[in-house]
């Protein structure tokens, strides 16, 4: 014989364990699809954007300046380019390889008056023509810049600056890195300076 609070206790315990089980299926199947996205061998890099504060420090880092142009390699939703546009009176162009964020941004890009000032292109980073860029700007991953590096050399004119937030290109030696605190975490950045080889590489 079952008392009946023990049918109840019983009852409510499957529940709890359906629950549990549909929660952890749930886990299990987006985490799976953002894997399956980031495997996509030209994507190289979560969409995870930069905080503003850090935007505005990485641009004052790079000592933008009004005639320079700004190449931002996965914009995101455009608050890079934006700022260096905006705020720093630059001409900017972010480059992003998914669809639907570059639409969300050109979109604002647009609403936002800046449309003969900053430049959305649908690409990949890594077959972007850099040679206009006075300034590059970067949050990616370590392994990602390791792949632009060459790029970077080689087309990259002598004074042109490279900004990453928080992730190194290996290899090179910083000009400047800066660490910040922003909503509770410390952000690092890395400036380097497109110069001699002997100037760029790590010693």
């Given at each position: 014989m079952q008392f009946p609070f023990l049918r109840?206790?019983?009852?409510?315990?499957a529940a709890g364990t359906a629950v549990l089980a549909t929660v952890a299926a749930g886990t299990v199947l987006s985490t799976s699809a953002a894997a399956q996205h980031f495997t996509d061998p030209d994507t190289?890099?979560?969409?995870y954007p930069s905080p503003q504060a850090v935007?505005?420090?990485?641009l004052a880092l790079a000592d933008l300046k009004p005639d320079d142009t700004v190449?931002?390699?996965?914009?995101?939703?455009g608050r890079i380019v934006i700022t260096a546009a905006t705020k720093f009176s630059a001409r900017a162009v972010g480059v992003e390889i998914r669809s639907d964020?570059?639409?969300?941004?050109?979109?604002?890009?647009?609403?936002?008056?800046?449309s003969d000032r900053v430049k959305i292109v649908r690409g990949d980073a890594l077959k972007t023509?850099?040679?206009?860029?006075?300034?590059?700007?970067?949050?990616?991953?370590t392994s990602s810049n390791e792949r632009l590096r060459p790029i970077l050399e080689a087309q990259l004119k002598p004074g042109a600056r490279v900004v990453s937030?928080?992730?190194?290109?290996?290899?090179?030696?910083p000009?400047?890195?800066?660490?910040?605190?922003?909503?509770?975490?410390?952000?690092?950045?890395?400036?380097?300076?497109?110069g001699s080889e002997k100037d760029t590489k790590r010693k």
């Open positions: 109840v206790l019983s009852g409510v315990l190289l890099a979560p969409y935007v505005e420090r990485m190449y931002d390699l996965g914009c995101g939703d964020i570059y639409k969300s941004t050109l979109g604002r890009v647009a609403s936002l008056g800046l023509n850099l040679r206009p860029a006075d300034v590059v700007t970067l949050y990616l991953l937030h928080d992730y190194e290109i290996r290899s090179w030696k000009e400047q890195t800066e660490r910040i605190m922003v909503d509770g975490r410390f952000h690092t950045i890395y400036v380097y300076r497109m």
